[in-house]
């Protein structure tokens, strides 16, 4: 069955820490993989996607994830974190051809002064 | 400008009410999507439409049905609404002749609904 798994429901980090939130999917055919954010009162933001090339994708708010197809795996990593980065983050999952997303769990991000 | 908008943003309500979440959009997108939110279960598929004739069920169609009124406006309704349909709602669209079969999908700021 396709899947999206983001195994950490929780992440706490202090502000200029590095950040990597992890996702793993199931997916028979190449997928398209979204990371979204949601602030608190708020809509889904895209951060970035990967479609194709190359596997190191950046994106807005200093983002950037890397698609490691032997791992299924899409982490999103962020290199110093600010107090404005707590939020909920989703990663989805899509393929050639369909509607569907599939949605990850969420890790809700937590920043400490 | 928003490009997707719902309307209410929030809405209380009692058991057995049928109430009504609309989304209109800008975007020119064919496709608009509704989903719901639950904390600990990311977000899941109620109903889709490709366009104004073509509507599908998603994952979890029970106790709702749409109506797609013009392009840019598809509405969710909950006929006999229910305390456990008490949920975070979002409209989206996406639009695949654009930028090829990405499906790049867009949504709306969201209709927290409680039912009592």
């Known amino acids: 069955a396709q899947s999206v798994t983001q195994p950490d429901i929780h992440i706490t980090v202090s502000e200029g820490a590095s950040l990597e939130l992890r996702c793993n999917y199931s997916y028979g055919a190449t997928p398209y993989l979204f990371w979204y954010v949601q602030s608190p009162g708020q809509g889904l933001q895209l951060l970035l996607k990967y479609f194709s090339g190359d596997t190191l994708v950046q994106g807005i708010k200093g983002f950037e994830a890397e698609f490691k197809r032997s791992q299924s795996s899409f982490n999103l990593r962020k290199p110093s974190v600010h107090w404005s980065d707590a939020a909920e983050y989703f990663c989805a999952v899509s393929t050639s051809g369909t509607y569907k997303y599939i949605f990850g769990t969420g890790t809700r991000l937590k920043v400490l002064a | 400008d928003a490009d997707v908008t719902q309307t209410p943003r929030n809405r209380i309500t009692k058991t057995g009410k049928r109430i009504m979440l609309e989304c209109s959009q800008t975007k020119g997108h064919d496709r608009m999507y509704w989903y719901r939110q639950d904390p600990g279960l990311g977000l899941r598929l109620i109903y889709y439409?490709?366009?104004?004739?073509?509507?599908n069920k998603g994952e979890i169609s029970d106790g709702y049905s749409v109506s797609r009124q013009a392009q840019a406006k598809f509405s969710l309704s909950l006929e006999s609404a229910i305390p456990n349909q008490t949920a975070l709602y979002f409209c989206?669209?996406?639009?695949?002749?654009?930028?090829?079969?990405?499906?790049?999908?867009?949504f709306g700021p969201g209709t927290r609904l409680t039912v009592l």
């Open positions: 989206a669209t996406s639009d695949l002749s654009a930028g090829g079969n990405y499906n790049e999908q867009f």
């Open positions: 439409s490709f366009d104004v004739k073509d509507i």
